[in-house]
């Protein structure tokens, strides 16, 4: 089973900025996409951005395109999310997931719930207004 351990949620105010970061304990396919999203209570969890196993293709939800940056990090099987200009609707638990790399993640760009198969236990993200 693959394990997923987030971390850099926080407090941080209107306009501001955070750095999230999310190891994976391996890839048990070929090739393996990470993602984020998020969700308030009582809502759907949302995706925020992806990215493919090489990094170099990148997806994001029109709300956080242009303020929030998704990258590999150097250690494999890890994804960072850089968010800036925060906003109070940005507030949510932030979830990393991975995933294989196939054409069906690529048709859905990365939105798709059902395309990732471990998920994290969940980030806080609080901006005050």
């Known amino acids: 089973q693959v394990q997923l351990q987030e971390s850099g949620g926080g407090l941080v105010q209107t306009g501001g900025s955070l750095s999230l970061s999310c190891a994976a304990s391996?890839?048990?396919?070929?090739?393996?996409?990470m993602g984020w999203f998020r969700q308030v209570p009582r809502n759907e969890r949302e995706f925020v951005a992806a990215?493919?196993?090489?990094?170099?293709?990148?997806y994001y939800s029109d709300s956080v395109k242009g303020r929030f940056t998704i990258s590999r990090g150097n250690g494999e099987n890890t994804v960072s999310l850089q968010m800036n200009n925060l906003r109070p609707e940005d507030t949510a638990a932030y979830y990393c997931a991975s995933g294989p790399e196939t054409s069906d993640w690529y048709s859905g760009r990365g939105r798709t719930r059902a395309s990732y198969d471990s998920w994290g236990q969940g980030t806080q993200v609080t901006v005050s207004s």
């Open positions: 391996r890839c048990t396919y070929t090739r393996c996409v």
């Open positions: 990215v493919t196993s090489s990094g170099r293709r990148t």
